[in-house]
């Protein structure tokens, strides 16, 4: 019994003991949980978001649901159209204006994600499309204009209701649908011409909405949609009339009038935003203006052709000049270069497929000659070396049309050599003049290289071929020449220009001369074994290689010591 109060103690002081490391534990657990909750970031999944992600699934299938109703609706009016106890034009209403609402329910839920808004859009299609073609073929309620009619509102619809939130899931399934719809139903009802307009007034609406910045992603679809439906109706109404015996019969103005309405369309857009909005040109718009423009030509020269090829080439004068003025202001809007280098292209192509279609061939011969000195001058004093680009095109373009081209070749490699014509000799002064315009820049690249390269080139051609016919006319004088005497007079003829080249380059410091000649001493090489080793005797065979073997001597030496100048 006395050992009882020790024990008791012991055991008291025990308990104490216990009681103070639970305490110890306890605090230490709280404050290692507040150092990481104060330290380290809230992890992003807890059950709070899984009970937020079961909602928004639970979401998504009451969207879908609701989207069955949706259908459900429009085949209780389909049922409703088919029996005769309602007038299907006022089911016809009923059923457009049902497909009406769930668009404007699209545009008009409210929703942190894009799915809600696309799910209701598409029923919306899904209920207009069908619908539409039932009451078109097969009720006979509604005409194709009706319908088309009905395509263009709806599109119109879904851009003004998806207009402040730029909805693009709206914007994309509205006119998706309409587009497709169209289609279909012009090849099915055989009337090209109301959704066609239909088409049109979608690129337009597209058009218009993209200049203010809004539904960017549709326009290429849109386009080319027409695009498309522009290609049948030329494809279907340029062929024999037995082709498209089950179309309608259409007139010249409804056979012309949508391509050019085509082409305005995208035109005046692209002008609009290079010019008042001051934007860059797209990959796009270039391609697409220049489709839209080769389908109204198209279209001019299969429904029209009493236009005449003089209409349309002062038609693409007219739009070459538009193009040209068109390159200042946008200079003036932006430093980049592209609607400057695009803008000028479009005016070129324009002003050669004018001048194609309207000028006989002299005439064409020395207007282009005369625009190429124009452009090379032009680029000279304003330094833009696009404009002495687009210049060598023009010039090569009138050695072309005048025969100097064809004059060179048959005059150097061809059995009989050609005379010049008058057009000709203008066209080589051209690019004698035009060569004499380009300067030398300190720095050149290879491009500098290039432009002062080609016309140097042709005028070297051009001379050839002029020391040709003189020496066949002064060796007629006295004999018949033949082709082992043609042979040696181009040889002849070609190492005396290598040489002229050569000199040149040096007196007048002409590094483009150079090649000039190392590639007319290449050609002599390559006539020697194609042409003189094959037809002619072996007294001018001799003849020619002396005069190629001097040349291969002295040119070096005459662009070494341009070097050392």
Not at 276 to 282: P, S
Request: positive net charge.
């Amino acid at each position: 019994m006395n050992e009882l109060p020790v024990t008791l103690d012991q055991l008291a002081l025990r308990l104490e003991t216990l009681e103070q490391r639970v305490h110890s534990l306890e605090h230490h657990s709280d404050a290692s949980a507040n150092s990481v909750l104060t330290d380290a970031p809230i992890p992003a999944v807890s059950p709070t978001a899984e009970g937020l992600t079961a909602t928004q699934t639970a979401g998504l299938f009451s969207v879908l649901g609701k989207a069955m109703l949706g259908i459900a609706g429009a085949y209780l009016l389909r049922a409703i159209a088919e029996s005769t106890s309602l007038p299907r034009t006022a089911v016809a209403a009923i059923a457009i204006a049902y497909a009406i609402m769930w668009l404007i329910w699209a545009a008009r839920v409210q929703s942190d994600t894009w799915i809600p808004s696309a799910i209701y859009a598409g029923t919306s299609a899904l209920i207009l499309a069908p619908m539409l073609w039932e009451l078109t073929l097969n009720f006979k309620v509604l005409l194709p204009a009706a319908a088309a009619a009905i395509l263009a509102i709806f599109v119109l619809v879904a851009v003004t209701l998806a207009w402040k939130r730029d909805l693009t899931p709206v914007l994309w399934i509205a006119n998706l649908a309409a587009a497709i719809t169209a289609m279909a139903l012009s090849v099915a009802t055989r009337e090209l011409i109301p959704f066609l307009v239909a088409l049109l007034l979608m690129a337009l609406i597209s058009e218009y909405a993209t200049n203010c910045n809004h539904a960017r992603s549709v326009r290429p679809f849109m386009a080319v949609a027409a695009d498309l439906a522009i290609w049948s109706l030329i494809l279907i109404y340029s062929g024999q009339q037995t082709s498209h015996t089950d179309f309608r019969p259409l007139g010249t103005a409804s056979l012309l009038v949508p391509a050019c309405v085509l082409f305005m369309i995208y035109a005046v857009s692209i002008a609009v935003r290079t010019t008042l909005l001051g934007q860059n040109i797209t990959v796009f718009e270039t391609l697409q203006v220049t489709i839209s423009f080769a389908l109204a030509i198209f279209s001019v020269l299969n429904f029209a052709p009493q236009f005449g090829s003089i209409g349309l080439g002062v038609v693409c004068l007219l739009l070459s000049v538009a193009s040209y003025a068109m390159v200042p202001v946008v200079a003036r809007k932006l430093t980049e270069g592209r609607n400057y280098q695009v803008f000028a292209a479009w005016g070129t192509v324009l002003l050669l497929a004018g001048c194609t279609l309207c000028l006989p061939a002299f005439g064409r011969s020395l207007f282009l000659g005369f625009a190429a000195i124009a452009f090379t001058l032009l680029g000279v004093r304003l330094k833009r070396y696009t404009w002495q680009a687009h210049g060598l095109v023009l010039l090569a373009a009138a050695a072309i049309a005048s025969g100097l081209l064809d004059c060179i070749l048959h005059s150097l490699a061809g059995t009989h050599p050609l005379m010049l014509t008058p057009g000709a000799y203008v066209v080589a002064l051209c690019a004698l003049i035009s060569y004499g315009t380009c300067k030398i820049v300190p720095s050149e690249t290879r491009m500098h290289e290039a432009l002062r390269f080609i016309p140097a080139a042709l005028v070297a051609c051009t001379l050839t071929a002029l020391l040709v016919h003189l020496l066949l006319k002064l060796v007629a004088l006295r004999i018949v020449p033949e082709v082992q005497h043609i042979a040696f007079i181009r040889t002849f003829s070609t190492c005396t220009v290598a040489l002229a080249m050569a000199f040149a380059g040096v007196r007048l410091r002409r590094p483009e001369c150079k090649p000039i000649a190392y590639a007319a001493l290449t050609f002599v090489a390559a006539k020697l074994i194609f042409e003189d080793l094959r037809h002619g005797h072996f007294e001018f065979i001799a003849a020619s290689i002396f005069l190629f073997a001097i040349s291969l001597m002295i040119v070096p030496r005459l662009a070494s010591t341009g070097q050392k100048i």
